[in-house]
């Protein structure tokens, strides 16, 4: 089966075909386009987002049929044919459902004209959660494919995309030996522990009670003036940090003179709190001489702060709850996930349990969001194929019961 699928909940426009069935899964084309224009204002602004989504949309998706070589330009375009027009009865209807995104019901009205309907079996699409407006623009994209070429669509949950794409080698495993599992779900919206009792059965145990995990970074960075997203310059900036402290002297501990809290880190349940981190951070500025907070030195070693005191905190806790419920495997997922000094932390107190537990993390560019992760969630939801006419976005969703 062929699966087409469209990624908008926040800031990157992803659209992946699959080639999937129980055996096998193969990656026709993914296809990712990051919105840079957030970078100037140090966050994502929703309907910013949403009119960049509307004009990526078209040439990310005809990009990605062309690496699947799945679009020839049909509808008579050969010379001395006319060029093939849309009805106006189909044509009143696909203008419906982009009513709200304009500029993108031209550049899909074009596409539709220049190219035939490809061989997809299904297009699955995130419907939640994530920003409302963001969401809209891929949920209609979507209607307006499944109407025009007939095809059933399936709703993704954004979250279960991030927990899944860990399972594109799935065929290989044994995967009694793989539940129940615990999913660290880290990303710009969200921190959650997710119990997963089997691939399609969710329980959240515990999630953040104000910031997520990536929206901490994203704000420690802007408070140090490094621009967004945050985490990957952080984590950069952390690990010169590491480089030339251990350079200068190589026999000592890795630990910084700057002492930041480890927010909830030993409370008794399994949720989160990032906000006091972020202002922690502030405070920690405001009360160093002015000079030296604008050094290199300090900034370089308040990176090194910040990311180890969340990461002390999400591996502290993602264990507690693996060994509360005797899980048999760590499933990480979300933009943090992309952090190198987590996944180094991550494997290194794994190995000293004294029982196996097993680790999944996604390669770095399925760490953030993708279309292929809604591609394979689409996969395993596969029953739940519906028509256009159903698809209605949540921006609330929650994964499990
Ligand atoms: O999953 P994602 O791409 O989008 C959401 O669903 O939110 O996650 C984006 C978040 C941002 O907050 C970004 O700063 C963070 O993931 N991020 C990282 C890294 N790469 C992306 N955080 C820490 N280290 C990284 N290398
Ligand atoms: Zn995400």
């Given at each position: 089966?062929?699966?087409?699928?469209?990624?908008?909940?926040?800031?990157?426009?992803?659209?992946?075909?699959?080639?999937?069935?129980?055996s096998?899964?193969k990656?026709l084309?993914?296809?990712?386009?990051?919105?840079?224009?957030?970078?100037?204002?140090?966050g994502v602004?929703?309907?910013m987002?949403?009119?960049?989504?509307?004009?990526?949309?078209?040439?990310?998706?005809?990009q990605?049929?062309?690496?699947?070589?799945?679009?020839?330009?049909?509808h008579?375009?050969?010379?001395?044919?006319?060029?093939?027009?849309?009805?106006?009865?189909?044509?009143?209807?696909l203008k419906?459902i982009?009513?709200?995104?304009?500029n993108?019901f031209?550049?899909?009205?074009e596409f539709?004209?220049?190219?035939?309907?490809?061989?997809?079996?299904?297009?699955a699409v995130?419907?939640g959660?994530?920003?409302e407006?963001?969401?809209h623009?891929g949920?209609?994209?979507a209607?307006?494919?499944?109407y025009f070429w007939?095809?059933?669509?399936?709703?993704v949950?954004?979250?279960?995309?991030h927990i899944?794409?860990?399972?594109?080698?799935h065929e290989?495993w044994?995967?009694?030996?793989?539940?129940?599992?615990?999913s660290?779900?880290?990303?710009?919206?969200h921190?959650?522990l997710i119990l997963?009792?089997k691939?399609?059965?969710?329980?959240?145990?515990g999630?953040?009670?104000?910031d997520a995990?990536?929206?901490?970074?994203?704000?420690?960075?802007?408070?140090?003036?490094?621009?967004?997203?945050g985490?990957?310059?952080?984590?950069k900036?952390?690990?010169?940090?590491a480089?030339?402290?251990?350079?200068?002297?190589?026999l000592?501990?890795?630990t910084s003179?700057i002492?930041?809290?480890r927010p909830?880190?030993?409370?008794?349940?399994?949720?989160?709190?990032?906000?006091?981190?972020?202002?922690?951070v502030?405070?920690?500025?405001?009360?160093?001489d002015?000079?030296?907070?604008k050094?290199?030195?300090f900034i370089?070693e308040?990176?090194?702060?910040v990311?180890d005191a969340?990461c002390?905190?999400l591996i502290?806790?993602?264990?507690?709850a693996?060994?509360?419920?005797k899980?048999?495997t760590?499933?990480?997922?979300?933009?943090?996930s992309a952090?190198?000094?987590?996944?180094?932390?991550?494997?290194?107190?794994l190995k000293?349990?004294?029982?196996?537990?097993?680790?999944?993390v996604?390669?770095?560019?399925?760490?953030?969001?993708?279309?292929l992760m809604?591609a394979v969630?689409?996969?395993?939801?596969?029953?739940?194929?519906?028509?256009?006419?159903?698809l209605?976005?949540n921006?609330?969703?929650?994964?499990?019961?």
């Amino acid at each position: 089966m062929k699966i087409l699928a469209i990624e908008t909940s926040c800031d990157d426009t992803g659209i992946a075909v699959l080639q999937a069935s129980s055996s096998k899964f193969k990656v026709l084309a993914n296809v990712v386009s990051s919105q840079q224009i957030h970078a100037n204002y140090g966050g994502v602004f929703p309907m910013m987002a949403k009119r960049e989504h509307q004009r990526n949309l078209v040439p990310v998706l005809e990009q990605a049929l062309k690496l699947a070589k799945l679009v020839n330009p049909g509808h008579n375009t050969a010379p001395g044919f006319a060029k093939f027009k849309i009805p106006n009865s189909k044509l009143q209807i696909l203008k419906k459902i982009l009513e709200k995104e304009n500029n993108l019901f031209e550049s899909t009205k074009e596409f539709l004209e220049k190219y035939e309907k490809p061989n997809v079996d299904i297009i699955a699409v995130t419907n939640g959660p994530g920003l409302e407006p963001c969401l809209h623009v891929g949920v209609n994209f979507a209607k307006a494919l499944s109407y025009f070429w007939d095809i059933p669509v399936i709703p993704v949950n954004h979250i279960e995309g991030h927990i899944l794409v860990n399972f594109m080698k799935h065929e290989t495993w044994n995967m009694k030996q793989m539940f129940p599992a615990i999913s660290l779900v880290v990303s710009g919206g969200h921190t959650q522990l997710i119990l997963v009792k089997k691939i399609g059965n969710y329980e959240i145990i515990g999630e953040t009670r104000d910031d997520a995990a990536g929206e901490c970074f994203d704000k420690a960075a802007r408070i140090l003036g490094l621009g967004y997203p945050g985490g990957p310059i952080i984590s950069k900036i952390a690990s010169e940090f590491a480089r030339s402290y251990l350079a200068k002297d190589p026999l000592r501990g890795m630990t910084s003179q700057i002492l930041l809290p480890r927010p909830m880190m030993h409370s008794k349940d399994y949720d989160f709190s990032f906000s006091g981190l972020k202002t922690a951070v502030l405070y920690k500025i405001r009360d160093t001489d002015p000079k030296i907070a604008k050094s290199q030195e300090f900034i370089q070693e308040m990176c090194f702060a910040v990311q180890d005191a969340i990461c002390d905190v999400l591996i502290k806790k993602t264990i507690n709850a693996a060994k509360a419920y005797k899980a048999k495997t760590i499933i990480l997922g979300g933009g943090v996930s992309a952090n190198q000094e987590l996944r180094k932390q991550f494997d290194y107190k794994l190995k000293a349990i004294s029982y196996k537990l097993n680790l999944l993390v996604p390669p770095v560019n399925l760490s953030t969001d993708n279309g292929l992760m809604i591609a394979v969630a689409g996969y395993f939801n596969r029953n739940k194929k519906t028509s256009w006419k159903k698809l209605t976005v949540n921006a609330n969703l929650r994964i499990g019961k």
